[in-house]
């Protein structure tokens, strides 16, 4: 198992080794420290809310409220400043917010055995809910500076983003309590087998109850973080990036059916669609035209692996499977040049 | 002696039956309660009109909801549908504005096509490939809603562009009942007979219900799994082209986050995550709640902001009623 | 008894899973018109060779004959068209379908291109009553009981009309009387032209019923036979491969203090008023039919699913068991009776499963002292005699027995003074399954207190001190190691005593 994974993060590094190469071709400025240091900043929310994303789904389970969370923390922070209040004071409310949110999907998770799928689609839309309810359609704006300096602001003297600096320390310490402490293997425990580690003693519901909790603790700081680098909070702040901060979870080589996964490949799979993104920014693709790729690297991340199994099987070329198999490409073949002759006319005319 | 215990009692329904029957009434109940409570303050809730508003608004829920619940059924989860129902439309759109000759019924068959094939890909890579649902639509989600974009370049198909006849499509109403409401019940009708009369829509049951007792029983579970993931693309389809047709107009963003409300229309109606149970009636109650909630806050003026948060809470209450139900049951015995 | 070709045959056949060898050149050939007994220990590759023969699973080596020619199940849909069907061990109902439709799932009639209920509730009644089954044909599965489950699952296989019929254990949850009636309609299957291949624990039921028997040893064949002229010793004999004396090595200890009290101990729907205590050095077997209740009473125990009612007192202090964690705490140990599901984390290596339990003694403000825990697990691995190339060699690539000695060595490690063993030798070859024994019986000498839940009455008879027999979620039995016998046993289990 453990020589799997290394393979997995040596294919996600020679990736990363491509997608750079391709980039400098793009760009040659790409390499410069400055740009890259720049560019880094626009995943650094993603980055520290896919931290706990590893641990939960290491145990098997799923958050898709996290940029809920994310946007409700925030515009919670920007209610309360819009109110007067402190900015430390209400960052530190939007904090205990985001836990209490993280706690909730917990609570309705582990103490009532709901499946945390359905449970954090719920929260997903009703903590966006909420974040609306308390900002309307008006952003909250105006923050001092000394506040916007977390997403703005670098190291004094070099151009490192204070941004960078959190997530690093936080990457770190989650990647020691994963790889070394009781609470880790706790996590693989449970997401390889939850009956056997209850029966093994280990408290599941206590965990469970932990990782949500700190995932809406940190996805509220993601919030901090994003409102600080916008320096403004709109309620649909952060919304669909759950699907991204899950996508690079997953392609980071952390199963989702559970057990399996590590820190390291995640923060790879991290830097990947970073440097991925910002490539496809440089051939000036539209951010949506980009999930098609991003996409497709997620499902393509988890069928690849499986096709050595498929071809050892010996039954692989009988009429049963390559019947369907013509049967499809055939529709696939027929679907793309129908898109492909359609959309040609359609621009034609414009 | 020893057939004491074996009396089953001959009951003409069955605990869990009861549950779900309960369910569905709790809905209604709850549906009615609501009802009189917004009616007090917005005596124009109770109107004709107002009640065809809400079927018309709930109308392509139930369309696509009723493909996520032979989904949910088997155990999966199609979270594409949103993006399905965006492309279809922007390209069955853009087809009428090109031949704008095009009869209706073609139209209407260019969406069914479209979208089953969009669904034949997630079919193909959760039934053959393996891919975890979720993980799949997820991805299929953020693709098919890029090719919008790629396909129109960011522009949009406005209803000056569109065909009268296409316009109408929807709206019209030939029979006395608009033709959104008409296409609703059909599918309806359809996905009823679909589920209780025939073999095929009895394995989505026993897929959904066990999985490996339905290899042993001789049910090719892999077709069946692709087989619901076809039929919601399908639905989904029809539901481009009747969304394109209702709102006058395609865009990059049309039906975006949709695919929430398809998920809660049947989770709230009763429709068990945990695959084998569930019923289209309860996917119609459910997501008649959904409307009913939409169109009482607007009516009581309450800001349309909380209605996101309703839903969720609504989602929220009813997996804990079933977790409350199921336990109640459990703790009875078998 | 004709000598007519076979109408079923199987070759060759082997099969590995994950490098562990279930079946190895194992053959078997059913005649039409006859009841052919297939025995072995469990473990010994009974389901496994029937799942090949159904095209559940494919075989990696040999081949599956059809009166005499070749035939590839690749599911068990080509299987069944082709007249062969089978009662599955594994529970295979569908929770939420009703009991006419488990019986006719993929099979529903049709009439007019649509599924005719009516029809269908017609003759699952009948098919029902001609199993003297009263049973309502609408209510879920969900809601049945474990025997009216296996009912059903027969009513299911008999509606086939196969012409091979295959019966996985039918009969560990029924009681005597649904048995008779059971094998007077396999008895006119048989003599319709069928060929049925049975199974079952009881070998007085094989007596009753089959007419050769087919005998297979740790995923071996060993050798087929008529029954008449055969014993119950030869039968042991051919199965074991071994004495018995030598497979139950039971030393006679002093039972010490008590070392746990239980009394009326009850949860609604599952069992009720259960008392019994356990001294220090004791063995106590607890025998009953699946579906019983005594998992559910070892689960209230170590708080898996804590019992609602009664008392529970650990060396005459009372305690409430929680959970799990809980349970440890107080010196209880329990290995469940499903090794892959609730025993061992498979994926994880032999030395984090058994340290899972205790890690808190490895670990320093949380942070885990690798070498610590590796020196303890090495320790453990080792006085069970754990076969395994190292120590992080994942669960799932042992064999049955070297799972079952990593599951104990886990709890041996907890230190326990009261330790439950829930079908302790289940899924495991001979020679493991005496080592366990042994190790059982060297654990009561050091003053272990031993509730043991087995099935297989051999071994209760052979191990136990005291007997607990356990029918509807009661105890209806108790006697002593002198006391007991089979018969009794059995009339205790099913009641009709």
């Not at chain 1, 952390?254 to 991290?270: F, H, K, P």
């Not at chain 2, 759109?93 to 009869?103: H, N, Q, T």
């Not at chain 3, 746990?260 to 259960?274: A, I, M, N, T, W």
């Not at chain 3, 049955?400 to 899924?427: C, F, H, M, Y």
Request: with cysteine.
């Amino acid at each position: 198992m453990a020589k799997r994974f290394l393979r997995w993060e040596w294919l996600l590094v020679a990736l990363i080794v491509v997608m750079s190469v391709v980039n400098t071709r793009l760009s040659p400025f790409f390499l410069e420290p400055t740009n890259l240091l720049r560019a880094s900043s626009d995943f650094m929310e993603i980055g520290i809310m896919m931290l706990p994303m590893v641990f939960i789904i290491i145990t098997g389970n799923i958050d898709l409220s996290v940029a809920s969370t994310l946007g409700l923390s925030a515009s919670l922070l920007g209610y309360l400043h819009n109110a007067g209040w402190n900015i430390w004071l209400a960052a530190a409310m939007a904090l205990l917010a985001g836990a209490l949110c993280g706690l909730l999907n917990g609570a309705l998770i582990a103490r009532l055995g709901l499946p945390s799928l359905v449970v954090t689609l719920g929260t997903f839309s009703f903590y966006r809910g909420l974040a609306y309810a308390l900002l309307g359609d008006q952003a909250a704006r105006g923050y001092p500076e000394a506040f916007t300096l977390i997403g703005q602001g670098r190291l004094p003297g070099t151009r490192v983003p204070y941004a960078l600096l959190l997530f690093i320390v936080l990457a770190v310490i989650f990647t020691l309590v994963l790889r070394g402490t009781r609470f880790g293997r706790y996590l693989y425990a449970i997401g390889n087998n939850e009956a056997a580690s209850r029966y093994s003693g280990v408290p599941v519901r206590r965990i469970k109850l932990m990782i949500y909790t700190l995932s809406g603790l940190m996805s509220a700081l993601a919030g901090m973080v994003l409102a600080a680098r916008f320096g403004s909070t709109r309620p649909d702040i952060g919304s669909g990036l759950e699907l991204t901060v899950i996508t690079i979870t997953v392609l980071g080589g952390v199963s989702i059916a559970g057990g399996v996964g590590t820190m390291v490949g995640a923060s790879l799979s991290l830097l990947l669609i970073g440097i991925t993104r910002f490539g496809m920014g440089l051939m000036n693709l539209q951010g949506q035209v980009q999930g098609i790729a991003i996409g497709a690297l997620l499902i393509l991340s988890i069928l690849l692996p499986q096709v050595g199994g498929w071809l050892a099987k010996r039954h692989v070329w009988g009429r049963a499977t390559l019947l369907p198999v013509g049967a499809a490409l055939l529709v696939a073949v027929a679907f793309g040049w129908f898109f492909f002759w359609s959309r040609g006319l359609m621009l034609a005319a414009q | 002696m020893l057939t004491e215990k074996k009396l089953a009692p001959a009951r003409s329904m069955s605990l869990a039956q009861l549950a779900s029957r309960f369910r569905e009434l709790g809905i209604a109940a709850f549906i009615l309660v609501l009802a009189a409570l917004v009616s007090l303050r917005a005596p124009a809730f109770l109107s004709v009109d107002n009640f065809r508003d809400i079927l018309l608004n709930i109308s392509i829920l139930v369309i696509v909801a009723l493909g996520q619940m032979m989904v949910i059924i088997t155990r999966g989860i199609d979270l594409s549908v949103s993006s399905m129902i965006g492309l279809t439309a922007m390209m069955v759109s853009s087809m009428l504005v090109l031949f704008p000759w095009l009869p209706m019924p073609a139209a209407i068959l260019l969406g069914l096509a479209l979208g089953a094939t969009l669904g034949a890909f997630n079919g193909l890579i959760i039934a053959v490939g393996n891919v975890p649902p979720i993980i799949a639509t997820l991805g299929t989600m953020s693709i098919y809603r890029g090719m919008v974009f790629f396909y129109s370049q960011g522009s949009w198909v406005n209803a000056s562009d569109m065909p009268e006849g296409f316009r109408r499509l929807a709206k019209a109403s030939p029979f006395g009942v608009p033709n959104l409401i008409l296409f609703a019940v059909a599918v309806l009708l359809l996905v009823a007979f679909f589920l209780r009369l025939t073999r095929a829509g009895r394995d989505i049951y026993a897929v959904g219900s066990n999985p490996d007792a339905a290899r042993f029983a001789g049910i090719r579970a892999q077709r069946v799994i692709f087989t619901v993931y076809v039929l919601s693309g399908l639905l989904a389809g029809l539901a481009g082209v009747l969304w394109a047709s209702r709102f006058e107009a395609a865009q990059t963003n049309t039906a975006f986050g949709f695919e929430l409300q398809t998920v809660a229309a049947p989770v709230v109606g009763g429709v068990n995550i945990f695959g084998g149970s569930g019923g289209v009636i309860g996917v119609v109650l459910g997501a008649f709640l959904l409307g009913v909630i939409e169109n009482s806050l607007t009516l009581v003026k309450i800001s349309p902001f909380w209605q996101l948060a309703a839903q969720g809470l609504l989602i929220l209450l009813a997996v804990v009623f079933d977790a409350a139900v199921l336990r109640r049951m459990q703790k009875r015995g078998s | 008894m004709s000598d007519a070709a076979p109408v079923i045959e199987a070759r060759g056949l082997s099969k590995a899973f994950g490098g562990v060898h279930a079946l190895r050149d194992v053959r078997l050939a059913a005649r039409a018109g006859e009841v052919l007994a297939l025995l072995g220990e469990n473990g010994a590759g009974k389901s496994t060779l029937i799942k090949i023969i159904t095209g559940v699973y494919q075989p990696d080596a040999g081949e599956i004959l059809l009166d005499g020619r070749p035939a590839r199940f690749t599911d068990t849909r080509a299987a069944l068209d082709q007249g062969v069907a089978a009662i599955y061990q594994e529970p295979s109902l569908f929770p939420d379908l009703d009991v006419a439709e488990n019986i006719f799932v993929g099979r529903q009639p049709i009439r007019a291109g649509r599924v005719d209920w009516r029809t269908m509730y017609e003759e699952a009644g009948a098919l029902l009553r001609r199993l003297g089954v009263r049973l309502d044909p609408r209510i879920k599965a969900r809601e049945l009981s474990v025997a009216q489950m296996q009912m059903v699952e027969i009513a299911r296989a008999i509606s086939v009309n196969a012409r091979v019929l295959i019966m996985d254990e039918p009969t560990s949850s029924l009681t005597q009387g649904e048995v008779e009636e059971l094998f007077v309609i396999v008895r006119q299957l048989r003599d319709s032209g069928a060929a049925i291949i049975f199974i079952s624990h009881r070998l007085e039921e094989l007596f009753a019923l089959a007419d050769r028997v087919t005998v297979l040893r740790d995923g071996a064949y060993v050798d087929t036979r008529p029954l008449a002229g055969v014993t119950t010793e030869d039968l042991i004999r051919l199965m074991v491969g071994r004495d018995l004396a030598e497979l139950f090595p039971k030393q006679h200890v002093a039972a010490g203090e008590l070392a746990l009290e239980v009394e009326g101990l009850g949860l609604p729907g599952r069992f009720s008023d259960v008392s019994f205590e356990l001294r220090r050095g004791e063995i106590v077997g607890m025998a009953g039919l699946v579906g019983a209740g005594r998992t559910e009473v070892a689960e209230a125990l170590f708080g898996v699913m804590p019992a609602a009612s009664g008392h529970i007192r650990i060396d005459g202090h009372e305690v409430t068991v929680s959970g799990p964690e809980q349970a440890m705490a107080l010196g209880i140990g329990y290995v469940p009776e499903d090794r892959k599901q609730h025993g061992l984390v498979l994926a994880m290596s032999i030395a984090q499963n058994i340290t899972l339990p205790t890690l808190r003694r490895f670990a320093r403000m949380g942070w885990l002292s690798g070498a610590a825990e590796r020196r303890s697990a090495a320790e453990d691995a080792t006085r069970l005699e754990v076969k395994m190339s190292s120590l992080d060699q994942p669960a799932s690539q042992l064999s049955g027995g070297n799972q079952q000695k990593v599951v104990l060595a886990k709890w041996l490690s907890t230190n326990p003074q009261v330790l439950i063993l829930d079908e302790p030798t289940r899924g495991i070859d001979v020679g493991t399954k005496a080592a366990v024994h042994q190790l059982m019986s060297q654990l009561a000498a050091e003053g272990i207190a031993i509730l043991m839940i087995s099935s297989e009455l051999p071994e209760i008879l052979g191990m136990s001190d005291r007997i607990l027999v356990m029918r509807e979620g009661q105890i209806s039995g108790r006697f002593s190691r002198a006391e007991a016998t089979q018969e009794r046993l059995m009339a205790a289990a099913t009641g009709t005593g």
